[in-house]
């Protein structure tokens, strides 16, 4: 079964940075492109970065320059670094495949305020 266990989300005010980390099953990080989802409240989940297991990366135009998004394949492990945080980069931010496998993990929320 696939599995996604997010972590690292907080609350930061703006211009603050945040490091998320995902763990994934191996059975489907293996070969497999990665990608940070988020979901604001009342909006659709939107697709923030991607990374293939051969280091192509890929961002959400509003994020560009801010985060930075890496992977470790070694340990199945998946990060996104998020710096200069604004408050609409407020939401719950998931990690899955690219496109997305329908199993989803908890997610962890990310609030930018002051």
């Known amino acids: 079964q696939v599995q996604f266990v997010e972590s690292g989300g907080g609350l930061v005010q703006p211009g603050g940075s945040l490091r998320l980390s995902c763990a994934a099953s191996?059975?489907?990080?293996?070969?497999?492109?990665m990608g940070w989802y988020r979901q604001a409240p009342g909006k659709q989940r939107e697709l923030v970065a991607t990374?293939?297991?051969?280091?192509?990366?890929g961002y959400l135009n509003s994020v560009k320059g801010r985060f930075t998004i890496s992977g470790d394949n070694a340990k199945n492990m998946v990060y996104l670094q998020m710096n200069n945080l604004k408050p609409e980069d407020t939401a719950v931010y998931y990690c899955n495949t690219s496109p997305p496998n329908k199993s989803w993990g908890q997610g962890t929320q990310v609030t930018v305020s002051s």
């Open positions: 990374i293939t297991r051969g280091g192509n990366i």
């Open positions: 191996g059975s489907i990080f293996r070969g497999n492109p």
